[in-house]
């Protein structure tokens, strides 16, 4: 804030950066009444800016800079903060209605109504990128109020009533980061700080037009320099906003290009012609010249209806294709003679009905220094003032990770906000996965997501943040991007389907099968590490046979085979929980339950017929020789053998990978792990690596 010692009230410091020139105004609100303690005004040396644009940023930072310390010196204080006003130059505006419920019904406080007017600007914002894209930043200059709703019923003022629900419907007006940046920098470089941004034709209205006028549909034309600038009231409220880039410079410059002369000198020449029948100039060939006032005139005047006709035009246009009732007109370019009346021509209104405002509309505006004359010049300056008490709208600046952002302060900016201003990349503020890994289990596709890395490291003005830490004014962020984890890894015997057994029962009791994984067709053991896109198949059933030779049974052709008690031969299929029984008039052989793949020899007595039988003596083993890999292998202590088998009588290492796959031949082919072998068999054992 900008502080005086010898004023009880806070002092506000307003800047109107025009075209022509600029307006510093000190002053602090009594009651209804604004305090104008001192006012300095200084034209640009050159046209540094032009349309509302600032071209030559030092050189506007050099005028500002100078009546800073001409009022901070004829007031004995110092000026750190200053309220700033954008011309309405390529402006947008948003118009929407929003809703903010309460948990129950409540007393209406000023806190609520800056609650969802902030939450207004928010949805704005959200509305502008879908309407107007993303490719050119802008920013919300302002924001007005159309009207206020408490339970859906319209109101003027909601402070102190009950409503369960509070809507409002107001107009966001934005501009481009361009002129936005162009006015920060120039007051920057004064040595100030904006304490609140607002827009002119916003400014103009809070003096033109005071809130017991705005029940009628009224105009208000701010016409400067470069733009004019245009506001639109009816029904208690401003309902639109609009701009035209055309204004007082276009007469200067005619004034210009008839008599001869620089725009400096023009300019000078549409001032004084405002009080003087005939001007004397110089012109560029250093000749005196002397020039009528209806000369001027008449040389002004295309230029003049031009500018009233595109006015009337903006201005129906802004008011739903219809004239408004009055105009009020404020700004030195509005000052030109016959304006007024022809814009009232223009709309078709009464001539009176169109005027000139400024000591009318200034009752309330005191000024410390006698001499100065309530002019309509002085509207907006004050306005801009008068700004800061009606809304706090602003930017700040923060940097993160050396690099400078400007925000729009909502008060409540985290660092999220500014990780978005910057355009830091969402995933890196949170923890990234690493690759992951996809592939299918009977026929199904699986995904195996990979490991979390770890979350971003935040500090804020150096102390540990997160992204929900709130962020003012300059605040320095750091932010170190998240990482990602390892990539997803997975082996055959981590799968919840190539840990469970097989439950089968023979002869009544339980009988536990390892599954077996095969690969893209080949087999794998359950140490083997899953690849991308691998296709795996856990087989859920066994064949009679393979049930038989897992138990080490010998199966004579005499014995019945029953599953699920229908009659069945060796090829039949036995799934979880299926059962299994042997018939023969009586035998003993050879049963394995196997938890750990260690198996254990179960005397097993099948009655049939009441008679007992042994088929299969404990001395019925066969010993067979096989090649596996170039080398004799001997199988001895069954009485047949399977291919898997080979994997008890030959050192092959299964506990880790040493390739994609194991590649199994039995005599020139692919094997098949559950067929019988032979003695003479040639086998083939060994890793393939790609």
């Not at 470089?189 to 003096?207: H, K, R």
């Not at 932010?479 to 997975?490: C, F, H, N, R």
């Not at 014995?559 to 009659?567: D, M």
Request: glycine share 6%.
């Amino acid at each position: 804030m900008t502080q005086k010692s010898k004023f009880t009230s806070q002092i506000v410091f307003g800047l109107d950066i025009g075209t022509r020139s600029i307006v510093g105004t000190i002053g602090y609100k009594a009651k209804d009444d604004f305090i104008v303690v001192a006012q300095k005004t200084m034209e640009h040396e050159t046209r540094a800016m032009m349309d509302g644009q600032i071209h030559d940023i030092q050189k506007v930072s050099e005028t500002i800079k100078t009546i800073k310390e001409e009022l901070e010196q004829s007031e004995q204080l110092e000026l750190r903060e200053v309220c700033i006003a954008a011309a309405g130059r390529v402006l947008k505006t948003i118009l929407l209605t929003i809703e903010y419920d309460f948990q129950g019904e409540k007393n209406i406080t000023e806190e609520d109504l800056n609650t969802v007017n902030s939450k207004g600007v928010e949805k704005a914002y959200e509305e502008f990128a879908k309407e107007y894209g993303s490719e050119e930043k802008f920013y919300c200059v302002g924001y007005s109020v159309v009207k206020y709703y408490l339970n859906h019923n319209p109101i003027n003022k909601p402070v102190g009533h009950k409503a369960k629900a509070i809507q409002v419907e107001l107009i966001a007006t934005f501009l481009p980061d361009d002129v936005v940046d162009g006015l920060y920098k120039a007051v920057e470089g004064a040595g100030l700080s904006v304490q609140n941004l607002t827009l002119e034709p916003i400014a103009a209205i809070q003096v033109a037009i005071p809130e017991m006028y705005r029940m009628l549909n009224i105009a208000l034309i701010d016409v400067g320099a470069g733009t004019s600038d245009i506001s639109i009231t009816k029904d208690g409220s401003i309902v639109a906003y609009g701009m035209l880039p055309y204004a007082g410079d276009k007469i200067t410059e005619e004034i210009a290009r008839y008599c001869l002369v620089d725009f400096q000198t023009a300019e000078k020449i549409k001032i004084s012609m405002m009080s003087e029948e005939e001007i004397q100039y110089i012109d560029i060939m250093c000749l005196p010249q002397i020039v009528k006032r209806e000369t001027i005139y008449q040389i002004i005047e295309p230029t003049v209806s031009t500018m009233a006709r595109e006015t009337a035009d903006k201005i129906k246009e802004l008011n739903g294709g219809k004239p408004v009732s009055a105009v009020f007109v404020v700004g030195g370019g509005g000052k030109i003679y016959g304006y007024t009346q022809k814009v009232a021509e223009e709309l078709g209104i009464q001539a009176e009905r169109a005027a000139l405002r400024g000591e009318e509309v200034m009752r309330n505006i005191q000024f410390l220094d006698s001499s100065i004359k309530k002019d309509s010049l002085l509207v907006t300056p004050i306005g801009i003032c008068l700004s800061f008490y009606e809304q706090s709208n602003n930017f700040i600046h923060v940097t993160l990770n050396g690099k400078r952002i400007k925000l729009y302060d909502n008060s409540k900016l985290a660092v999220v906000d500014a990780a978005i201003g910057a355009e830091f990349p969402n995933e890196g503020l949170f923890p990234k996965r690493g690759k992951e890994l996809n592939f299918s289990i009977n026929g199904k596709n699986r995904l195996q997501r990979g490991y979390a890395g770890e979350s971003a490291i935040i500090l804020v003005n150096g102390k540990t943040a997160d992204i929900h830490t709130p962020i003012h004014s300059n605040d320095v962020i750091s932010i170190v991007e998240s990482t990602a984890g390892e990539e997803a890894k997975l082996e055959i015997q981590q799968l919840p389907e190539f840990g469970d057994n097989l439950k089968v029962y023979v002869n009544d009791q339980l009988i536990l099968l390892p599954k077996f994984a095969m690969v893209n067709r080949e087999l794998q053991s359950g140490y083997y590490e899953i690849k991308e896109g691998d296709q795996i198949e856990i087989l859920n059933y066994y064949t009679l046979k393979q049930v038989a030779d897992f138990m080490d049974l010998v199966l004579e052709s005499h014995v019945s085979l029953y599953v699920n008690n229908k009659r069945a031969d060796l090829n039949e299929k036995v799934y979880e929980n299926f059962s299994i029984h042997l018939k023969e008039e009586s035998f003993e052989e050879k049963l394995v339950e196997d938890n750990s793949t260690q198996k254990e020899h179960v005397k097993v007595d099948i009655n049939l017929d009441s008679q007992e039988k042994e088929i299969v003596q404990a001395d019925g083993e066969t010993e067979i020789s096989v090649i596996v890999n170039h080398r004799p292998v001997f199988l001895t202590g069954k009485p047949y053998y399977i291919f898997v088998d080979i994997f008890d009588y030959y050192d092959f290492d299964l506990s880790k990978s040493q390739g994609k796959a194991i590649v199994t031949m039995l005599n020139g082919r692919s094997a098949e792990y559950m067929e019988t072998l032979k003695s003479g068999d040639q086998i083939d054992i060994y890793w393939k690596e790609s």
